[in-house]
């Protein structure tokens, strides 16, 4: 499966998990490999998609609050696992074992997750820490708050 991580995880890091972690079944990706940093989410997710794109990593948990990038997401068929809220705040180190602890479950996570289903990793380490789980997406109020987001912009 081919994954992209978005800007909220740097590509040094995501260079890392794919030379230290990164199983023979998947490949990761940056948005700098897709010239998309900067670019909208909705955009870069779309074209992702289009490439043969599977699932994103993302940093920035406002991204299930956004009712285009939604859209895009589930309409693609892309898989999202959302990185706890906690993570981009955290000091580089500490974001480092997080992601490290918690690749091989987002992997299996991803193998056996649905296409459009949106997934968040829970804060700590450890098998106390909880486990990945979905995020309740009401797809019908997004696509409500896009509709009206576009008429307002006409």
């Not at 995501?14 to 897709?34: G, K, P, Y």
């Not at 900067?38 to 406002?62: H, L, M, P, Q, S």
């Not at 990038?69 to 892309?78: Q, R």
């Not at 180190?93 to 649905?114: C, K, N, V």
Request: aromatic letters at 8%; charged letters at 30%.
């Amino acid at each position: 499966m081919k994954i992209c991580a978005d800007e909220n995880v740097a590509p040094k890091l995501s260079a890392r998990i794919r030379e230290q972690l990164l199983s023979a079944d998947f490949t990761l990706n940056t948005v700098d490999d897709h010239a998309a940093r900067g670019v909208e989410d909705e955009i870069w997710v779309r074209k992702f998609a289009d490439a043969g794109g599977g699932a994103i990593v993302g940093g920035d948990f406002n991204l299930t609050k956004k009712p285009h990038e939604l859209v895009a997401i589930k309409e693609t068929g892309l898989r999202l696992i959302v990185l706890n809220k906690r993570w981009p705040r955290e000091k580089l180190h500490i974001q480092i074992s997080y992601l490290f602890y918690w690749w091989p479950h987002i992997e299996e996570m991803l193998r056996s997750s649905t296409p459009g289903e949106c997934l968040q990793v829970p804060w700590g380490w450890g098998e106390t820490e909880g486990r990945i789980c979905p995020i309740k997406i009401d797809l019908q109020r997004a696509q409500k708050q896009l509709k009206r987001a576009r008429k307002r912009t006409k």
